[in-house]
Each structure stands twice: as C-alpha cells, then as structure tokens.
C-alpha cells in the first residue's frame, strides 16, 4: 500500500514562480525523503527530514514536517525550466532500505 | 564510481518467458533493492538485500525472484512473465548507516 500522498498530482507553473507540493503518510516515521524523476530517469535524491526536525533547507529547496498532522511539504523557489519533473515522498518506517513512495507530483515549469 | 547500473535498458517478452534484469553497484553499499514503477504510480518494493547471501521479500514479491552472492551484484528473475509485470524496475542500493538510496536508470520491460 502507498504511505505517502503527493498533492497535487500535477502543477503547472511560469518560471520564476513558486512551487509547492505537499505528502501525506499514515504511520510513524524516523525520516522523509524527496526525490526528483526527470521523465525516463532514475529518482534523484533531494532533502531528507527527520522525525524530530521541522523545517529544512537546500539551495532553493525548503521542506516542512508535521509529525502530528503527518503530512510535509516541499517548496521550489524561483522555479526553472529545469525543475520540470516528478516530485516524490518516501517514508522509511522502520528500515533505510525499505522506502515506501507516494504516487508522486508532476511539475511542469514553462519557460 | 559508475554507482548503479542497470541492464537491459528496455526489454520485451513473451507471456510464459523467464528473464534475469542485472543491477550492480561500485559503491560497496550493503543495501540493495528492487523497486517496479506503474505508470501514474510510486515506486513500490519488490525484494531487498541487507548483504551477501541475505534477502527479504517487500510489497509485491510475487513472481519474482532474487539472490544476492556478492556484495556488487543483486539480479532480480521473472520466472513466468505476464502482462502485468510490464512495469519500468529501479534497483537503488544504500550504506547501512545511510538513509540515502542511489537509484539506477532503470529497466522499461513490456510483456506481450
């Protein structure tokens, strides 16, 4: 079963705009993770969080935990061309080497 | 490092064939996983390795099989292809005290 939830399923943005996309999971966690697929690629890691963290940030990437809502988010700034990808949340659970993925956000930033 | 590599790129079979999808990685990671990707869909767990010689089932183990004898290498066998394992597989391989997962390119395969 998916534990995590991407909305939306799909944005579509100018660039220079904003981005944000949001995950939702179901049981306890030690970390979330964000990874990027660019179309026909392998996932890419982002930015981890972990459970006991609330806010992180990476260049123009900034993301959000709320252990009691059970939900983060993920904020693009200044979005590029480039950014054009699919966005993904994994939980860990209990094991590193079990990922459990949402369905993920399709993100189109026109140029 | 080439880090994980994946092979075949894209594969097509016939329903009832077996094939073996390869995966290696030069990073000495313990770690190793297969992951199948349906479209509109996340990634979901097949089988995983935490060494040499030791493997677990994940989510949606049926019809596939996997060992793992070396360190480097994790091959993933479909025994008795059907069409719903036309998926694109992802093998990822990780440290034990890394929380990261390094992901190959995948393998698109279409069982007709």
């Known amino acids: 079963s998916q534990q995590g939830e991407e909305d939306p399923q799909a944005l579509s943005i100018q660039e220079g705009e904003n981005a944000t996309m949001n995950c939702s999971y179901k049981t306890s966690i030690n970390n979330l993770q964000w990874y990027r697929q660019n179309s026909g690629r392998g996932l890419v890691h982002l930015i981890l969080?972990?459970?006991?963290?609330r806010e992180k940030h990476s260049g123009r990437l900034r993301v959000t935990l709320d252990t009691s809502k059970k939900s983060s988010s993920l904020l693009i700034t200044a979005s590029r061309a480039a950014d054009t990808a699919s966005y993904f949340c994994?939980?860990?659970?209990?094991?590193?080497?079990?990922?459990?993925f949402g369905k993920g956000t399709l993100l189109t930033v026109n140029p | 490092n080439a880090g994980v590599t994946q092979t075949p790129k894209f594969q097509v079979l016939k329903t009832g064939q077996s094939m073996t999808l390869q995966c290696a990685q030069d990073?000495?990671?313990?770690?190793m996983s297969w992951y199948r990707q349906d479209p509109g869909m996340g990634l979901r767990l097949i089988h995983y390795?935490?060494?040499?010689?030791?493997?677990d089932q994940g989510e949606v183990p049926n019809g596939y099989n996997v060992s793992r004898s070396t360190t480097e290498d994790f091959p993933l066998r479909l025994l008795s292809a059907a069409p719903s394992q036309t998926s694109v597989y992802f093998c990822?391989?990780?440290?034990?005290?890394?929380?990261?997962?390094?992901f190959g390119p995948g393998t698109r395969l279409l069982v007709l």
């Open positions: 994994a939980t860990d659970g209990s094991s590193n080497y079990k990922l459990t």
């Open positions: 969080i972990r459970s006991n963290e």
């Open positions: 990073m000495n990671h313990e770690y």
């Open positions: 390795s935490v060494g040499a010689g030791i493997t």
């Open positions: 990822a391989s990780t440290r034990a005290n890394q929380e990261t997962q390094y």
